[in-house]
């Protein structure tokens, strides 16, 4: 039996450093979740002589807040790459500033940087180089994990090859994991050392005899390691003292303890106690998380319970596989692959555990070193969840530090109820399917995502539509627009394509913007974006090259309709905000109309609306009598309500024209429904309450867009407490919600 497993740990081996490999190669530099700020940290090591930067967040850095995580990954990475030239950094890292992280767009705009091939070629050089050794290294330690999978599949189960080998396959073949493996990500190094940990526990407690002294040492070092690499491996250290205790018990001794807990505790604080000492200096905080969530961002509202279960297919797509910036993924269908093996697992590893204790299958002696990793998974599960209520990230790929107990677990899941003859067959096709899906990513997924707007080869028509800088320098050409529908709803995409040609070239580079805007001229949707679908940069662009160009604007949930839209776009520098022009002078050229109109409906509302607050009260329509009033005018707002459930608090409505970044508000109204007269507590089931209110504008108002913002809220002591908007999925968004912007123009002064 151990021959063949050790076989088949061979041939994942294999598969898995190839694929690693592949997906180091294939994906663009830059283009792996965070590697954008994660790189220059290891780059500024490297080049400061192992110095370590000091965070501040008043000053923005190449590296951003990865400067405050434990800095392991990145010393390591530094002296592998030391002795390469890398001072073409910043020429091989153009940051593409409309880049959609974290949203998926139907025109793309994924890409992080805009790429220069010549610069990113094999064979590699400056830069590159660097990143692509950083990126084997990440591969290295992603190995690691496999190999620790398998010898903890092995410790728990060694009677069971299918377990031992199933748990290393699913391990190795998880899409996202060997995407961040072939990336360079501090992760790899936490992820190694944090399963590599709770295997030396798992042996620990499985010992018979004293442990060696050497067992002491490495436990010590590996846990110095780890807290120099992730903050969470940290929560394994109550784990050791455990398992400490349990052994002294074993051993009838407090030998263990005592001796273990002073020799491993030693190791560790002199291996990662300088890290923690010297963020309190600098920081006032032994962990730097304070100066970290400065940086990153905190939620504008702690995420509650009903948030996080609404985040939790963004969760599992980031653990199966969220490429790019969190911005690629797969088909929703490939996805539910996924989750119906993971739940099969999960469901099933609770029945296992449950008939295992009923029918008092195993000893203590087994019981306790399966515990160590439940209980490992259980509290990553829990340090994430308690991290992501802070800051929005919902990303399954931030508990792979338990990564080998889950995957021991989920293959104990997917087996243990089958027939012995099943087992084998059936974990053998879940792991073809993971191999599979990880084989094909990189060609069908990943390239895509960066693949080069469709060049037009023949003779370009003759157009008047040419933009061109004022020095008349640089021209671009567009013509032939091609709009896909001539109308469209609230949430929906308006797309449409052009041609686009260079008739001089440019040395800066310009971004295209796409308005939709009203017919008396307020603009309600903006799409910034580089050519090509965020692909291509002006300034790289040779005189003739043409191709074709897809953009897709989205119309705002709350847009008013019905309406016509004009589709305008032009092009802008964006350091100095300078247009380019037309020949008639124009700055924005008319690409045609789009009909917006109103959602589907049957309550007999203007505007129809879905805005869920607090699962009490729902908006379901609004009017308004004026998108671009005047300083110093007065606008009628008037909000259709009805009740999701019975109300006993009398809430209070609030509607601002609000300037969204200093929450300014210019025009307000605050005032129980239907001017005081019909108290939400009175609100009967099915009935539609018509709540108008006069908003006037300030006389002072400077000229401007600025939000419409209502919400509702009822005063207490002093407070404003505010109900929280409820999204479809089920979440807790914000304790507002913004319906159209509005224009105010200037003051008309009456003689």
Known sequence: ???MTRRWLAAIIIAYVLLGTLYSVITPIFEASDELWHYPMVETIARNNFALPIQDARVQTLWRQEGSQPPL???????????IDTSDLETVRRINPHADIGVIRPDGNANMIVHRAELEAFPYRGTALAVHIARLFSVALGLGTVIVTYCLARELFPNQPTVIVGATALNAFIPMFVFISGSVNNDNASNLLGNLLTLLIVRLIKLKTPPRISTYIVLGIVTGLGLLAKLNIGFLIPVIGLALVIVSIKQRSLHPLIVGGLISGALTVAIAGWWYVRNFQLYGDPTGLNVFLEIVGRRAIPANIAQLWSERFSFTQAFWGFFGGVNIAYPREIYLVFDIIGLIGFISILIFLLVTVIRRRWSLDRWLPAFVTLVWIVVTFISYLRWTTETPASQGRLIFGALSSICVWLAVGLTWWLPKRLRPIVMSAVGVWFFGVALVTPFTTIIYAYAPPIEVIEPFPNSETIFSERANEGRIGVDNFRLTASEVRPEEY??????????????????LFVHLVTPDGLIISQRDVYPGGGILATSDLAQGYQWINDVSIVVPPAAYAPMTLDIMLGWYHLPTGERLQLSNGDEIYQVGTVELVPRADDLGVPN???????????????ALTDLTPNAGDSVELTLYWRRLRPITTDYVVFAHIVEPQSMTIYAGSDAQPVEWTAPTSTWAEGVI???SH????????????YELEIGLYQHIDGRFDRLRVVTSDGG???????????????RQDTP
């Open 608 to 622: 129809p609306i879905r805005i869920n607050f607090d699962n009490q009260i729902e908006l379901v329509g609004y």
């Open 732 to 746: 807790m968004a914000n304790d507002f919600a913004y319906l159209t912007r509005v224009r105010v123009n200037p």
């Open 73 to 83: 990954y990145y010393l390591i990475a530094a002296a592998l790459t030391a002795g």
């Open 494 to 511: 308006v797309n449409f394509s052009f041609y686009a040609f260079i008739e001089a070239p440019f040395t800066r580079d310009w971004s």
């Open 689 to 691: 309450i018509q709540d």
């Open 694 to 705: 006069t908003l006037s504008v300030n006389s002072e108002t400077p000229p401007a867009i």
């Open 1 to 3: 039996m151990k021959d």
